[in-house]
């Protein structure tokens, strides 16, 4: 079944950072994801994650420690590195504008990038986030999984959810055109951002906790508030917050059919989280077996028309609901 998809989570940035080589996408070689694979699962968009940490050795030579002291400074090394994909790769497209990403789905040849940012930690005052916006970022994920000034995290101590100054990034966000993003985010951070905003919004990569109860899932609760916001939820591939070594296609399906099953097809979307993780579902080892739910998807009685909702429509709908021009 030859669906278009919208991911709307990758950490291809970080993945680039990290590799410490020069990356070439061009080649479909054993990773979650390259412009062959791309092809091959008709990829559409892809929320391009800017995940502005850095990390530093622990005492154990072989583990690190991720750290935001530095992530005003990291913000441009990544904004870099997805120019510079863009540069040397023609298929890519860095999408700033409305009628940017609608062409890009009538386009065969075309790949658009949304450079999304993965918690606000390098934004110093809200006015700032107006510097990022004409960089090219049009979402804002409030948090990772450390508290700022901004929000609680969803690892918080002491769940205070969305602060005075939070209040202010938020609405500068709206104000801007872009979109919010509540992954990561905590309990109450996520009430409180549903409480204030019309807009809809998303929790771009996320599981249940009915399924498994981490911190990283949603409850209920919030699938409702999402229900009423218009937003959507990208239900993830990460094999530790699903089922840890169980984990597989028919993982993923079993979420999506109960957000179906009790919410409704239009809050759902995907949002694979492909570079941020390493254990993967089983038969969803990398963005080139996408083909593989969809089908599973038809077998439990979805429509074409139901799984291209879940596959891109419902995403594509909150951003052309929120971006400019």
């Given amino acids: 079944m030859d669906v278009k998809l919208f991911d709307l989570h990758e950490d291809i940035s970080t993945y680039i950072v990290r590799s410490r080589e020069l990356i070439d996408f061009s080649k479909d070689v054993e990773r979650h994801a390259d412009i062959p694979k791309y092809k091959r699962s008709n990829t559409k968009a892809i929320v391009a994650a800017i995940f502005p940490a850095?990390?530093?050795?622990?005492?154990?030579?072989?583990?690190?420690?991720?750290?935001?002291?530095?992530?005003?400074?990291?913000?441009?090394?990544?904004?870099?590195?997805?120019?510079?994909?863009?540069?040397?790769?023609?298929?890519?497209?860095?999408?700033?504008?409305?009628?940017?990403?609608?062409?890009?789905?009538?386009q065969k040849k075309k790949i658009g990038l949304i450079i999304g940012l993965e918690g606000s930690y390098p934004i110093r005052e809200p006015d700032e986030l107006e510097i990022l916006y004409k960089l090219g970022i049009r979402v804002l994920g409030l948090t990772w999984n450390v508290d700022n000034q901004y929000a609680a995290s969803c690892m918080t101590e002491k769940d205070y959810g969305l602060t005075s100054l939070g209040v202010k990034l938020v609405e500068k966000a709206i104000d801007l055109g872009m979109v919010i993003d509540l992954a990561h985010s905590s309990h109450n951070t996520m009430r409180d951002v549903l409480s204030i905003v019309e807009k809809p919004v998303m929790i771009s990569h996320t599981g249940l906790k009915r399924f498994n109860d981490s911190p990283r899932n949603i409850d209920d609760e919030i699938l409702e508030l999402i229900k009423r916001n218009g937003g959507v939820v990208g239900v993830f591939f990460v094999a530790h917050y699903l089922e840890g070594e169980n984990t597989s296609i028919d993982t993923i399906v079993k979420h999506i059919m109960y957000i179906r099953e009790n919410y409704g097809l239009d809050i759902i979307a995907i949002?694979?989280?492909?570079?941020?993780?390493?254990?993967?579902?089983?038969?969803?080892?990398?963005?080139?077996?996408?083909?593989?739910?969809?089908?599973?998807?038809?077998?439990?009685?979805?429509?074409?028309?139901?799984?291209?909702?879940?596959?891109?429509q419902n995403a594509l709908r909150i951003f052309i609901e929120n971006m400019k021009n």
């Fill in 271 to 312: 949002g694979s989280d492909y570079f941020g993780t390493e254990k993967l579902p089983q038969g969803l080892e990398n963005i080139g077996k996408i083909d593989k739910l969809a089908n599973k998807l038809s077998e439990k009685g979805l429509s074409r028309s139901d799984i291209e909702k879940i596959l891109y």
């Fill in 54 to 106: 850095s990390y530093t050795r622990t005492d154990d030579l072989l583990k690190y420690r991720v750290t935001f002291k530095n992530s005003y400074y990291e913000v441009f090394h990544h904004l870099l590195i997805y120019y510079k994909l863009v540069k040397k790769y023609r298929v890519f497209k860095i999408i700033e504008k409305k009628r940017e990403l609608m062409n890009i789905f009538n």
